[in-house]
């Protein structure tokens, strides 16, 4: 993730001065969706068993694997997060390998257990079964899309180390977009947690309905997304949560703000690395992460609202690099993002 976000920051200023590709060009034309429990199959996933290009670090066995597990999540409709889950998982279980054994009786890629109940130890040699069976598990976890990725893999999988799945995030965001862009999308559009090939996803849909230090308001230090009340606000890249706090002059951040209050209402900072921080300021309700929190690129961080200095429902986002505002709009275009798509 670290070397992404250098990539970003090295040609931010590049970007700042070309056009704006359309919302379609990013995702076919629809607006990103809200996240539910399952998602509309895509012919832009990968079949299972098909073996994309050979993935720098990565050898044909382990992309081969990767898209085998893109395939089954697919087909039993799972959203993109839940194969980036699963991929992180089988990184720290077997290297993305289909391994003859392990500990105890442990077996396969996610290295699942015939003594466990997850199969015969036939059955978990095939590397589709044991996707299968570990969708099948992950769905049926409430509130598995709001979890940090560590604690959704453990869910299911009941490991004795449980948060060594959290170092492999970022690889598996990488992993699942290198593969799936190879059949067509990044990540397919119009199924929820969209997340470009740099590891950057959009904060909340809706127009931008002011913009980053304009000439009527010359020390605005973001841009205003004119998302409805109670949409999601999610994570515009991995990293950690540094801040989580009210910031309001008078009264409290549960209720509506108004013009003549001052602070940002209920809001969150993530730090990226790399100097590079993101601010998400007007939630409705204090937000559903804490300090020191993992989160990952296009993870649910609260739901848009009015608190603070604000005269209705909308997300403001900043994008700092060093500790200086930058326009968030060209910002996440060289993030492979288009800012301020129609609701």
Avoid at 155 to 162: G, H, N
Avoid at 292 to 308: D, E, K, N, Y
Wanted: net charge neutral.
């Amino acid at each position: 993730m670290k070397k992404l976000i250098s990539l970003v920051v090295a040609i931010i200023a590049a970007c700042a001065a070309v056009p704006l590709l359309s919302a379609a060009a990013l995702h076919g034309g629809g607006a990103m969706a809200d996240c539910p429990p399952t998602a509309t199959p895509t012919t832009a996933a990968p079949g299972i068993g098909d073996a994309p290009t050979v993935i720098a670090g990565w050898d044909a066995e382990q992309t081969a694997n990767i898209a085998t597990i893109i395939g089954v999540g697919n087909t039993k409709r799972v959203p993109p997060w839940g194969w980036v889950i699963a991929v992180a998982t089988v990184i720290q279980e077997s290297g993305l390998r289909n391994l003859p054994g392990g500990d105890r009786d442990s077996i396969g890629l996610f290295q699942q257990r015939p003594s466990q109940g997850w199969g015969t130890a036939k059955q978990l040699a095939d590397p589709a079964y044991q996707a299968g069976k570990f969708f099948h598990k992950l769905l049926t976890i409430d509130g598995w899309q709001q979890m940090p990725l560590t604690d959704a893999a453990d869910a299911v999988q009941r490991s004795a180390y449980p948060d060594a799945y959290a170092k492999h995030e970022a690889d598996a965001v990488v992993l699942v977009s290198a593969v799936v862009s190879r059949f067509g999308r990044v990540i397919p559009g119009g199924v929820e947690q969209c997340v470009s090939s740099l590891g950057w996803a959009l904060p909340a849909p809706g127009p931008i309905v002011s913009g980053w230090r304009t000439a009527d308001r010359p020390t605005h230090a973001g841009v205003d997304i004119g998302a409805p009340r109670g949409t999601t606000i999610r994570a515009a890249a991995g990293g950690i949560v540094v801040t989580v706090r009210c910031n309001v002059s008078e009264g409290t951040c549960d209720t509506d703000g108004s013009p003549s209050i001052k602070g940002c209402g209920y809001y969150v900072d993530i730090d990226h690395g790399q100097g590079v921080t993101t601010r998400y300021c007007h939630q409705l309700r204090r937000p559903s992460v804490h300090v020191g929190q993992s989160v990952a690129a296009g993870q649910p961080i609260g739901i848009v609202g009015s608190s603070g200095n604000s005269s209705g429902p909308h997300l403001h986002f900043e994008v700092r690099i060093n500790g200086v505002d930058t326009n968030p709009v060209p910002f996440l275009a060289a993030s492979g993002v288009h800012i301020g798509q129609p609701v």
